[in-house]
Structures are given as C-alpha cells and as structure tokens.
Antibody
C-alpha cells in the first residue's frame, strides 16, 4: 500500500523559508520511472505543480518559482524535502506531495498525500 | 507555459443523468492529458490519463476522449459520490498545468 504524508510548519512569516518533508511508504524512490513531486492549491483555487524529483535525481521546477525552490531526496529514509524561500502571503496554500510514475511519455500521479495547509502571515 | 481552460465552471446535474465536461489546451498536448476528481477536504484522485485510459479502480461510467487541444470527460450516469470538482491537467510540457476546474453539483 502506497502512502505519503506531508509534514512541516502550518504558519510561516513573510520572507521566511518554508521546509516541507514528504515521508512515504510502499514504494522506492530508486525504482526506475518513479518520482515524488509537490503540488499546491491556494484556498478555493486550482492546483499548481511546483517541483518533481525522479529516481535518477533528475529534478524539475516550475519556471515561475524556480529561483525559490529546492527539492531533494533521501532514498534511505523514504523522504523528499521541498524548501521554498522568501515566503509571501500569496503562497498560502495546501501543499501536497504526490507519487509520480512515468512511462512512455506518460506521467501519472496516482497517489497523493493528504496535504498540509501552510499559512503565510505576520 | 500551456494554459488549460475548462467549461463550464459549474455543471448542475441530476443523479442518473449524463455529465459532459470540456477541457481545452492553449496548444497541442497530444494525448498527454489527465483528469482528476477532488472532493472537499480531500486530495485529488486520478481518473483518466493518456486522455482516455481509466486509472486503476475507476468505474466504467467515467470516460475520456480527445487529443490535441480539445478534450472531454463524460460521466455516463452520475452517482451521488460523483459530485465534486474535476480538473484536467496536461503533462506534455513541463510544468504540467492544471485547468481551473469544473464543479459538478446536484441539480
């Protein structure tokens, strides 16, 4: 059974750095085709893909947020960490980590964490 | 960045009726399109990928079609558990972009 769970602060101040950890089970991030990514959703709004790290350490970032994001993995701990610098109130959102699987040009996101709401406020 | 649009924003349907949701891409995404269902307070659930392939465990009443820039999600006979928000997402170009969603509510 594949599960993912996000952890991190629920409240950050403007200009601070957000660090979120995704702890997963039921799959290995060293398996070919597997990735773990982060997707966020502001309250009442649509989903936005932020970053993705693959089994081979290939990393992808949203172009609009690339300068603020860093994604890393610790395969031995089954964890993926996302850091986002210079947080702003517009970054208030539910942050999801999600299992990705890629094959033949297809990227599916079949498993998601429950999400964690991060509020940016002074 | 590819922009995804969805219509209508809200679709009011009676249980047992058919629902047809549309998704359009600002440029061709081939068949690299997925549909997700999201209920309040829950994470999205993958329904369809490759424009028309149902994900594991998804009932046959959900079907997807289209390619290029125009896509459709059809729910053949709405069940009570299908009232939710539906998002399309292209993964042809990075970053994969999501549409704004279509809310399917009870008529």
């Amino acid at each position: 059974q594949i599960t993912l769970k996000e952890s991190g602060p629920t409240l950050v101040k403007p200009t601070q750095t957000l660090t979120l950890t995704c702890t997963f089970s039921g799959f290995s991030l060293s398996t070919s085709g597997v990735g773990v990514g982060w997707i966020r959703q502001p309250p009442g709004k649509a989903l936005e893909w932020l970053a993705l790290i693959y089994w081979n350490d290939d990393k992808r970032y949203s172009p609009s947020l690339k300068s603020r994001l860093t994604i890393t993995k610790d395969t031995s701990k089954n964890q993926v960490v996302l850091t986002m610098t210079n947080m702003d109130p517009v970054d208030t959102a539910t942050y999801y980590c999600a299992h990705h699987f890629t094959f033949g040009g297809v990227i599916v996101i079949p498993y998601w964490g429950q999400g964690t709401l991060v509020t940016v406020s002074s | 960045e590819i922009v995804m649009t969805q219509s209508p924003a809200t679709l009011s349907v009676s249980p047992g009726e058919r629902a047809t949701l549309s998704c359009r891409a600002s440029q061709s995404v081939s068949s690299n399109l997925a549909w997700y269902q999201q209920k309040p307070g829950q994470a999205p659930r993958l329904l369809i990928y490759g424009a028309s392939t149902r994900a594991t465990g998804i009932p046959a009443r959900f079907s997807g079609s289209g390619s290029g820039t125009e896509f459709t999600l059809t729910i053949s006979s709405l069940q009570s558990e299908d009232f939710a928000v539906y998002y399309c997402q292209q993964y042809n170009n990075w970053p994969g972009t999501f549409g704004p969603g279509t809310k399917v509510d009870i008529k």
